[in-house]
């Protein structure tokens, strides 16, 4: 008894240790890095200052982080639109073929996201595979101009990000009853009304789940832009990877990582209110 009290005292003081160390710590210090100067020559000076906060008001950055909240909320609701039915045809399929279309989704995870990303690059670029084929097909009459758009940007982020959305709604949608299903047709519900007023709702933690999962890495997410996108668009992730690696803006690249944190703490707190809310919904 004593042994299982020690070993379970270890192993919540090793997570814990673990979680301040490479968690708490180094969110203090860059607090703290916030809070500072911008010095030429030691990077930071020890002087209070909130230039880089009053910094974050002005209008172009404020425009690039409305931006930034733009590009992740389309990409999160394109995935959504686009997950959502391939997560129903695989929680309502046979179980053979339900779980090939789940291996389908998780076979991009074996790879790095970096190495996927470049590997769109020979996919939408101008003489690329996507470009060829349509020209063969007859199609189109000249070749597509995709890369180093905005367009791009999206395909690389729902290209990335989709598993993310598909997987907690398959995990909602296979656990609704099919009696409730059933008990709806047969009090004579037509099938889009099923859908809307039972399907959906009981679904909506998979919902909330699945937007999460993929707005938040969206918002941060640097180097789609980049390679997708050409460095034409500048995002909040973007921004922050500048500040600390090109102009050594340490205060400045600080500042902005503390009010994504901050954007990205008040959507999990609406998460959470929305799984509260649904829970409670069910227990009704």
Avoid at 143 to 158: E, R, V
Avoid at 195 to 221: D, E, N, Q, Y
Avoid at 231 to 250: E, K, S, V, W
């Amino acid at each position: 008894m004593k042994d299982s009290r020690l070993f379970k005292r270890f192993i919540i003081g090793g997570v814990l240790g673990w979680m301040t160390l490479f968690g708490a710590i180094p969110t203090f210090l860059l607090v703290g890095v916030s809070f500072l100067s911008r010095h030429p020559d030691n990077l930071v000076e020890p002087t209070f200052s909130l230039t880089s906060y009053m910094r974050l008001l002005e209008p172009e950055l404020g425009a690039m982080v409305l931006h930034s909240l733009f590009l992740a909320a389309t990409a999160t609701l394109l995935c959504l639109l686009i997950g959502y039915p391939f997560a129903y045809i695989s929680a309502r399929a046979i179980k053979r073929y339900s779980r090939l279309m789940l291996l389908l989704v998780m076979i991009p995870f074996w790879t790095n996201s970096l190495i996927r990303t470049y590997a769109m690059v020979a996919v939408l670029k101008a003489d690329g595979i996507l470009s060829k084929t349509l020209l063969f097909l007859g199609i189109i009459d000249a070749p597509l101009k995709i890369m180093y758009t905005q367009t791009a940007i999206f395909i690389g982020l729902i290209y990335t990000l989709l598993p993310f959305m598909i997987l907690p709604l398959y995990a909602a949608i296979e656990k609704i009853d099919g009696k409730l299903v059933e008990a709806s047709r047969d009090l004579g519900a037509s099938k889009w009304t099923t859908f809307r007023k039972i399907t959906i709702p009981l679904s909506m933690p998979g919902i909330v789940s699945g937007c999460m999962l993929v707005f938040l890495p969206a918002l941060g997410m640097f180097y789609i832009p980049d390679i997708l996108g050409g460095a034409r668009t500048m995002l909040l992730g973007n921004y922050i990877r500048d500040q600390f690696l090109a102009t050594r803006d340490l205060p400045m690249g600080a500042a902005a990582s503390i009010a994504m944190t901050l954007i990205m703490g008040c959507m999990l707190v609406l998460y959470y209110r929305s799984v509260r809310r649904s829970g409670r919904r069910a227990r009704l």
